[in-house]
C-alpha cells in the first residue's frame, strides 16, 4: 500500500508532526517537525530525512494570534506539497488520557471524543488540545481515518494493588485510581529496549522519562508494573511547572486557611510549582544549571533527591531492579542530572562510567555496577505511527523496526 502516516502531538503551546512513509519497515519519517510558542511568539522548524531543513511559506504567516485551528489545515496543505503525488491516508494523534478501559490505540469515531472529551478534568493541560487536533484534521479531512493513541494505555497492565488509592471502595469503583502517563514513550522504549539488552529487556527495567513533564516506570517483562504518575499528571516527581507528590493536606491547608478557590489552587499546582516554583526562575533545567544561583542549585537538588526516592520506592514493586533506563530531554542531555540521581543510588550497586555518562553514551554504567543504566532517545511519534498503521492498514507490523531515533 503506498500513502503517507501523519502524526500530531498537540499540546498548549506546541504542535510536533511527523510523516511516516506506510511502505516501509523501519518507522523513519519523511519530515519531522514542529511549531513552538504558538500563543506567544510561534516559530516553525521542520526536517525531512535527508537532513534537510524546510521552511514555512504558507497561509497564514506566523503571528501571535495563530492557533492551532489555523495551523492544522495549513499543515495538511504544506504537506500535501511537500509529498507530491504520495497521499496521507491516515492520522494518529497523542491523546493523554484514555481512561481505565483503553489499553490500546483506538480509531476515533464520534463515540470515542464523547468519552474522551469527558476525561478533561482529569488533563485539563493537555487533553482539550489534543481533542482539538483531531476534530480540526476531521474538519479539514473528513474522510481520513484518525488513531487515538492514549499515554495512559501502557499502565493498564498494572494489578488493581498498583493502581489503586487507599481511599473509599466506592471512588476506586467510580476511577478514582492511578492512571499513570507517559506511556507512549515507555512503550517505545519497551520495544526498542531488546535491540540493546537482548533478553536482559524482559528483566527489572525502570525507565525514567526526565523532560518538562517527569515520570518513572517500572516494567517486567517489558510490561508496566507501576509508575510515579498517578490519577492525574500531577504526581510523582518534580517538574517543570508541576509539584510532583503534595500531602493532600497542603491543598485543604491552602482552601480552608488561605481561602484559594480550585481555579487558583490548580494554576499554582499546575504551573506555578515544580523547578520554576522552587527556584523562582525557570522551568527549564538547562537554564537553572546554567545559572549558578542557591536556589536554582536548591531546585535542582531537589529534582534529584526526589527522583533517587522515587526509584527506588519503585524498585520494590519489581522485587529489585537491574537496569535504569534515562530518556526525554533531561534524561537524554544532562550528564550532571543523572550523575546526581545515580550517586544517590550508589548503595543499590548503581555506579557511573563518568566519561560514557559526560558524551551522553547508550551504556553509561560502569563495568562493575551491578546496575547497567542506559541513555536511550524516546520517540513517542514512532510509536503512534506504529498503533496507527496496525489500525488502519492491512500491514502486518511484526517486521517493523523502531529506528533509534537520530540525535539533533
Ligand atoms: P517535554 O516534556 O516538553 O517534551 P522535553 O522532553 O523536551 O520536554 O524536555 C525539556 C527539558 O529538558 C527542559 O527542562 C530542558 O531544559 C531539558 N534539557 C534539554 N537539554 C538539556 C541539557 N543539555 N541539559 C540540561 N537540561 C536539558
Not at 114 to 141: F, G, K, M, S, Y
Not at 303 to 314: D, H, K
Amino acid at each position: 500500500m503506498m500513502g503517507a502516516l501523519l502524526v500530531l502531538n498537540a499540546g498548549s503551546s506546541s504542535l510536533k508532526f511527523a510523516v511516516y512513509p506506510i511502505a516501509e519497515d523501519t518507522l523513519t519519517p519523511f519530515v519531522r517537525g514542529k511549531f513552538a510558542g504558538i500563543g506567544t511568539a510561534p516559530a516553525f522548524s521542520a526536517r525531512r530525512r535527508d537532513g534537510e531543513t524546510l521552511t514555512w511559506d504558507q497561509v497564514p504567516p506566523l503571528a501571535k494570534n495563530t492557533g492551532h485551528d489555523a495551523l492544522i489545515p495549513a499543515l495538511l496543505d504544506w504537506l500535501k506539497a511537500q509529498l507530491g503525488d504520495l497521499p496521507i491516508v491516515a492520522a494518529g494523534h497523542r491523546v493523554v488520557h484514555g481512561g481505565r478501559f483503553h489499553d490500546g490505540p483506538a480509531r476515533v469515531t464520534d463515540a470515542l471524543l464523547a468519552e474522551l472529551d469527558a476525561l478533561v478534568p482529569l488533563a485539563p493541560l493537555h487533553q482539550p488540545h489534543n481533542l482539538a487536533a483531531i476534530r480540526c484534521v476531521a474538519t479539514a479531512a473528513p474522510d481520513l481515518p484518525q488513531v487515538a493513541c492514549f499515554d495512559t494505555s501502557f499502565h493498564r497492565s498494572q494489578s488493581p494493588l498498583a493502581q489503586m488509592f487507599a481511599l473509599p471502595r466506592h471512588l476506586t469503583e467510580e476511577g478514582i485510581l492511578r492512571y499513570g502517563f507517559h506511556g507512549l514513550s515507555y512503550d517505545y522504549i519497551a520495544g526498542i529496549l531488546p535491540r540493546h539488552l537482548g533478553e536482559r529487556a524482559d528483566g527489572r527495567v525502570i525507565v525514567a522519562h526526565l523532560g518538562n513533564g517527569a515520570s518513572m516506570c517500572a516494567m517486567k517483562n517489558r510490561r508496566s508494573v507501576a509508575t510515579s504518575m498517578g490519577f492525574t499528571a500531577l504526581d510523582g516527581l518534580v517538574m517543570g511547572q508541576r509539584c510532583g507528590t503534595l500531602d493532600p493536606g497542603v491543598v485543604l491547608y491552602l482552601m480552608q486557611e488561605k481561602g484559594m478557590s480550585a481555579a487558583e489552587i490548580s494554576t499554582l499546582l499546575y504551573e506555578r510549582s515544580g523547578l520554576l516554583g522552587v527556584s523562582g526562575i525557570s522551568n527549564d533545567m538547562a537554564t537553572l544549571e546554567a545559572c549558578n544561583t542557591p536556589r536554582a542549585e536548591e531546585a535542582i537538588a531537589l529534582f534529584c533527591y526526589r527522583a533517587a526516592g522515587e526509584l527506588a520506592q519503585l524498585a520494590a514493586s519489581i522485587d529489585g531492579l537491574d537496569t535504569i533506563v534515562f530518556t526525554a530531554g533531561i534524561g537524554e542531555n544532562s550528564a550532571s542530572i543523572r550523575a546526581r540521581i545515580c550517586d544517590r543510588l550508589l548503595w543499590m550497586g548503581v555506579k557511573l562510567d563518568a566519561a560514557a555518562n559526560a558524551k551522553n553514551a547508550l551504556r553509561i554504567s560502569a563495568l562493575w555496577s551491578e546496575i547497567e543504566v542506559l541513555v536511550i532517545p524516546t520517540d513517542e511519534e514512532a510509536i503512534i505511527a506504529h498503533s496507527s498503521r496496525v489500525l488502519t492498514t492491512d500491514r502486518c507490523d511484526e517486521n517493523t523496526a523502531f529506528p533509534d531515533k537520530a540525535k539533533p
